[in-house]
C-alpha cells in the first residue's frame, strides 16, 4: 500500500506492502488463465457471495453492485440489530497509515486508523483504511482483463498523476462495479474478521478529479461512484463495521443523508477550509488530520476555531510511526471525561 495523504506537488510517496489486498490477488491469481479472465471469473464468484450477504442482511431496492434502485437508500447502520459502534468523540487519537504505533507520546491511543495490513489496536477503537475507488501497487493482475479499470480514448488505462502505480477504477455499469466489489468486498469484512471496528473509504473523488471530457473523453460517472459508494456502506454495515467518508467536502451532506457513511475522516480542512462542511454534515463525527509541511496558520489556531473536529491532530506527512526520524503529534484539547465508545 501507499500512505495516502494529500501530497503537495514534489512529495514522494511511501510504498508499503499491500497487505489484505495481496492476500485477495493471491487468492484470485491462484489459476489465472486466458490473460486474466479467470481471475475475474474467480472475482465475479466473490461478488456474487458478497451480494448475498448485502441483499440478505439490510438492501432493498436494488443489488449489492447497484443499491440505488428506485425507491432505495443506503442501509441504516445495523438495522435489525445493535449496529456498528460510533466512532469516539473525544480521548486519544493518531492517523497511523505510515506504520503502527501502540503509544504515542508515551500514550496509547483511543481512537487509532490503520491499514488494512497492520493489525487493530487492542482496547481502542480501530479504523481500518480500505482504497476504494483506486487499486493498490502491485495489483496488475488482479485487474487484467477486467473493464472494471478507467480507460483513455487510446484504450490505455488511466493512472492518477499523484500515485502513477494506482489506477482508477470505473463503476460505470452494475457489472462493473460488481468486479470491483469482489475485490474490494473482501478486504472490507476482512476488517471486521480482525477486529477492526470500522472503515475508512478513500478516494470517493475520483469522479472530481477524473471527469469525462466536453470532448467525450472517458472520465468516472459520478452517479456510478455513489452507486458504489453505497455498495461499501451496505457492506460494511452489514460486516457490523461503521464507515467513515474519506475527504471530498463537496459530498458532506450527501455521503451522510444518501450514502450513508456514519462519519468522516478529513485531512487538510483547515488548511483547505473545508471543516465547517464536515461538521454541518457529521457533527461531533469527524477525524481530523491537519499536516505540519502544509499548515498555514499555527496549529493552535487551528485548535482555537470552532468548526474544528473535537478529534483534531497534527501530523507529519509520511505518518512515519512514533519514534521514528521526521515524526510529528500534536492534538488539539478533547472534551473531557472518559473516551467515548
Not at 63 to 73: H, I, L, M, R
Amino acid at each position: 500500500m501507499i500512505v495516502r495523504a494529500r501530497r503537495p506537488p514534489g512529495k514522494t510517496a511511501t510504498a508499503r506492502p499491500c497487505g489484505r489486498l495481496c492476500t485477495v490477488r493471491k487468492r484470485l491469481t491462484a489459476h489465472r488463465a486466458d490473460g486474466g479472465r479467470a481471475v475475474i471469473a474467480a472475482a465475479a464468484a466473490t461478488a456474487a457471495t458478497v451480494a448475498v450477504l448485502v441483499l440478505g442482511g439490510c438492501v432493498t431496492g436494488g443489488t449489492a453492485a447497484d443499491p440505488g434502485g428506485a425507491g432505495s437508500s443506503a442501509a441504516a447502520p445495523g438495522a435489525g440489530t445493535s449496529g456498528p459502534a460510533a466512532v469516539p468523540t473525544s480521548g486519544r487519537f493518531d492517523y497511523q497509515l505510515g506504520g503502527p504505533s501502540d503509544l504515542v507520546d508515551g500514550a496509547r491511543p483511543d481512537v487509532v486508523v490503520r491499514d488494512a495490513d497492520a493489525a487493530p489496536l487492542e482496547g481502542a477503537y480501530s479504523v481500518c483504511y480500505v482504497n476504494g475507488f483506486q487499486t493498490q501497487p502491485g495489483q496488475e493482475d488482479v485487474w487484467a482483463g477486467s473493464d472494471a479499470v478507467l480507460r483513455d480514448a487510446d484504450d490505455r488505462p488511466v493512472v492518477d498523476p499523484d500515485w502513477p502505480d494506482e489506477m482508477v477504477l470505473d463503476p460505470a455499469t452494475p457489472h462493473q462495479r460488481e468486479q470491483i466489489l469482489a475485490v474490494i468486498g473482501p478486504v472490507i469484512t476482512g476488517c471486521a474478521e480482525d477486529g477492526y471496528a470500522a472503515v475508512e473509504i478513500d478516494n470517493l473523488d475520483t469522479f472530481l478529479r477524473f471527469p469525462a471530457g466536453d470532448d467525450g473523453s472517458p472520465g468516472v460517472d459520478e452517479a456510478a461512484a455513489l452507486a458504489l459508494a453505497r455498495s461499501y456502506v451496505d457492506v460494511a454495515h452489514t460486516a457490523g463495521l461503521a464507515i467513515g467518508q474519506k475527504n471530498a467536502a463537496e459530498l458532506a451532506a450527501r455521503g451522510r443523508d444518501e450514502l450513508g457513511f456514519d462519519f468522516a475522516v478529513t485531512e487538510e480542512c483547515a488548511a483547505f477550509d473545508e471543516c465547517d462542511a464536515y461538521r454541518a454534515a457529521y457533527g461531533d463525527a469527524v477525524l481530523q488530520i491537519e499536516y505540519a509541511d502544509t499548515l498555514p496558520v499555527p496549529f493552535d489556531s487551528v485548535c482555537a476555531e470552532p468548526d474544528r473536529a473535537a478529534l483534531t491532530i497534527l501530523r507529519d506527512r509520511d505518518l512515519v510511526p512514533a519514534g521514528t526520524e521526521g515524526h510529528v503529534f500534536r492534538q488539539c484539547a478533547v472534551p473531557s471525561g472518559e473516551p467515548t465508545r
